[in-house]
């Protein structure tokens, strides 16, 4: 690699691979020490190709989300086995691994700027601005779909496709309007423990010892042709667990009570 290689977004991939050295090595202990992260499914990032890849997740803090998915991948690439011990896959990370996130979220300040560097695909909310949701929607920005399009024909992209952190919010037509259109392989993760770990942002530990879960499915079935938008949309909110159906059966507070339990009976077994 040149020193001053860029990606298609003009960033060097040199002070990349740094940055993610760096805030890799310093956020390693928030999943594994300071809390504990369980991880199923790691086999299936190993088998995926190099590009052309769209993560599909539920989302609970601004960063500390993307940050577990970019020591994820790297360890399972690396060979460990639903498990991040250690920091060596650090040094030769994934570098095509981007991550769509809110225009207005990655300029609030010089950290997220910097972590933008890492990866960041940012975009212009239609139905979002200042923190407040807008009446009147705005149109897309082309240029937001276009650099979608451009990082999956680079690599992998990650996508939260509710837009926001609350539980249980429609997923936007957006999403499935990229899955029909550019056709990636669609991988589910469904992500819990953050919000109970870290502040809004996901920068700042607000609980120590939070068992974090990390759960990779495989790959959507779509028909790409034939399946419609609402079809899409609603094999993405079962695949990502946040179809309003998973809300009948009992009182949220139960599940996630309910859901920490089972979560530590298996992480009891598989220790």
Avoid at 28 to 34: A, E, K
Avoid at 79 to 88: C, E, F, H, W
Avoid at 223 to 239: H, L, S
């Amino acid at each position: 690699m040149g020193l001053f290689k860029r990606n298609p977004f003009g960033h060097i991939l040199f002070i990349k691979k740094w940055l993610i050295r760096i805030f890799g090595t310093i956020t390693h202990r928030r999943y594994r020490g300071f809390n504990d992260l369980y991880i199923d499914g790691s086999e299936i990032i190993k088998s995926l190709p190099d590009k052309n890849v769209l993560f599909i997740s539920n989302h609970q803090t601004y960063f500390a989300d993307v940050v577990a998915m970019f020591h994820v991948f790297n360890a399972s690439l690396s060979g460990r086995v639903d498990n991040i011990k250690g920091i060596g896959y650090l040094w030769q990370p994934k570098m095509n691994i981007y991550y769509v996130a809110a225009s207005e979220t990655m300029k609030a300040g010089l950290l997220p700027r910097i972590l933008a560097y890492v990866g960041a695909i940012t975009v212009e909310r239609t139905w979002r601005s200042g923190g407040k949701d807008v009446t009147e929607k705005r149109e897309v920005n082309p240029n937001d779909t276009e650099n979608i399009r451009i990082a999956l024909n680079d690599g992998w992209v990650i996508t939260f496709p509710q837009g926001t952190t609350k539980s249980f919010k429609p997923v936007r037509k957006g999403t499935a309007h990229i899955i029909k259109q550019h056709k990636p392989i669609v991988v589910p993760i469904v992500i819990d423990g953050f919000r109970r770990s870290f502040d809004k942002k996901g920068l700042r530990m607000k609980k120590k010892g939070i068992l974090q879960s990390f759960i990779i499915k495989e790959p959507l079935v779509i028909d790409y042709e034939n399946d419609t938008i609402e079809e899409i949309v609603e094999k993405v909110e079962y695949a990502i667990e946040q179809h309003p159906s998973f809300l009948k059966v009992i009182p949220a507070e139960e599940i996630e009570a309910l859901e920490e339990l089972n979560r530590l009976r298996q992480w009891n077994v598989n220790s």
